[in-house]
């Protein structure tokens, strides 16, 4: 069975998440929204499932709307937000975020608003300060990732909340990556919306949840009914909520062991390749990062080579975003970080998660190694400069 280092894109179904499902087809019929028994019964289960993952927040059950997933609610956030402030023409956000969060606001821009893109130092780090000098009174929306996809970095956020507050913009932080691996509590970092995503936590993928607080301000950008307080037309993905609800309670109190373990399980493994292989680079802060992922450089080698590799020796990861699989440009994370091209080429992501054990690593740690080496002889240094 191969052995899977690609939770960041994407997490296997928690046990808790596979039980929750089995459970709902076998006595779940009617649609949430109907007045009969059987609509009912189906409306305390996407109740109680709303709250499970309001609670894994620190958030209330009326303040989460169900999404089809991570992307939906960056855009949900996005453009709901700017609807709703509909004079003011300014976005601050940063050069290191998700495509979700990236495309809607090349769109925006398009339309002739006006985007800052912050620029990280080269751990990618966003200076809070760097964020509030750009505030002014025409922004309506700062939209920041939580925690980096790529390289794990956990951004400082929570001093922006009281000054985009006096200004009055709407500040948005996607948690998508964050939510289940370290603490998030809506009300310390101060925000208005958050962005949660369920198969990064063990759900089936296709859904997630915006947290929007009670005074916040957006439009919906989906009409049809009455729905999710009518933030969110449409018939809600029962089965997915239920599942969402199911593996966030596990993640949630599992959460504190599982962040040791990994965390302890990826340390051993970057200290192993850093002892085989000459030259490796980690991108990210050894201090300061998601527990369970590692952006590393590989001297001498194609990334995509790499991974390729990998995978027919029976070991999975990613060159980055799962969402920017097949792009021909390198990562515009670590070329915002200052890396090279060729370094940005030269780089896999390996992301571990809640089923991995000491065995894989001890066995990926060997893997690894030997594939850079066969690699490398079949790839000559100048050869991949020069791609």
């Given at each position: 069975m191969p052995i899977y280092l690609d939770h960041n894109a994407g997490a296997p179904l928690r046990a808790?998440?596979?039980?929750?499902?089995?459970?709902?087809?076998?006595?779940?019929r009617g649609n949430p929204s109907s007045v009969h028994r059987s609509g009912q019964r189906s409306r305390r289960m996407l109740e109680a499932a709303r709250a499970q993952v309001a609670l894994v927040v620190g958030a209330e059950a009326r303040q989460m709307v169900f999404t089809s997933g991570g992307t939906e609610s960056n855009n949900l956030a996005i453009f709901g937000a700017i609807t709703a402030a509909s004079r003011r023409r300014k976005i601050i956000s940063s050069e290191i975020e998700?495509?979700?969060?990236?495309?809607?606001?090349?769109?925006?821009?398009?339309?002739?608003?006006?985007?800052?893109?912050?620029?990280?130092?080269?751990?990618?780090?966003?200076?809070?300060?760097?964020?509030?000098?750009?505030?002014?009174?025409?922004?309506?929306?700062?939209?920041?990732?939580?925690?980096?996809?790529?390289?794990?970095?956990?951004?400082?956020?929570?001093?922006?909340?009281?000054?985009?507050?006096?200004?009055?913009?709407?500040?948005?932080?996607?948690?998508?990556?964050?939510?289940g691996r370290i603490p998030v509590d809506v009300a310390a970092l101060g925000c208005d919306l958050?962005?949660?995503?369920?198969?990064?936590?063990?759900?089936?993928?296709?859904?997630?949840?915006?947290?929007?607080?009670?005074a916040a301000r957006i439009a919906p950008i989906v009409f049809g009914g009455p729905h999710e307080a009518g933030m969110r037309a449409g018939t809600p993905n029962l089965l997915g909520a239920v599942a969402f609800g199911a593996a966030t309670e596990a993640a949630m109190n599992a959460m504190r062991d599982e962040s040791d373990r990994i965390g302890s399980l990826a340390r051993s493994l970057l200290k192993r390749l850093g002892e085989t292989i000459p030259g490796l680079r980690l991108n990210g802060p050894l201090t300061g990062g998601l527990p369970n992922t590692l952006s590393l450089t590989?001297?001498?080698?194609?990334?995509?080579?790499?991974?390729?590799?990998?995978?027919?020796?029976?070991?999975?990861?990613?060159?980055?975003?799962?969402?920017?699989?097949?792009?021909?440009?390198?990562?515009?994370?670590?070329?915002?970080?200052?890396?090279?091209?060729?370094?940005?080429?030269s780089s896999l992501r390996i992301s571990l998660g809640w089923n991995n054990t000491a065995d894989e690593i001890d066995a990926v740690a060997e893997t690894i190694p030997a594939v850079w080496r066969r690699v490398a002889d079949a790839e000559p240094l100048s050869e991949v400069s020069a791609r």
């Open positions: 808790e998440a596979a039980a929750a499902i089995s459970q709902l087809l076998t006595n779940a998700h495509s979700s969060i990236l495309a809607p606001l090349a769109e925006l821009e398009r339309r002739g608003f006006e985007v800052v893109r912050v620029a990280p130092d080269s751990d990618g780090r966003i200076d809070p300060a760097r964020v509030l000098a750009t505030l002014n009174s025409d922004t309506a929306l700062v939209t920041l990732g939580l925690a980096n996809s790529e390289v794990g970095t956990i951004q400082d956020l929570a001093p922006l909340a009281s000054v985009c507050s006096a200004t009055g913009a709407l500040f948005h932080i996607d948690a998508a990556q964050a939510v958050m962005t949660l995503s369920g198969h990064k936590l063990g759900a089936p993928g296709g859904v997630g949840a915006l947290y929007v607080r009670d590989f001297p001498s080698v194609l990334g995509e080579s790499m991974l390729i590799a990998l995978d027919l020796e029976g070991v999975e990861v990613s060159m980055g975003s799962a969402c920017a699989a097949g792009a021909v440009e390198p990562s515009h994370v670590l070329r915002a970080m200052g890396r090279s091209i060729a370094d940005a080429r």
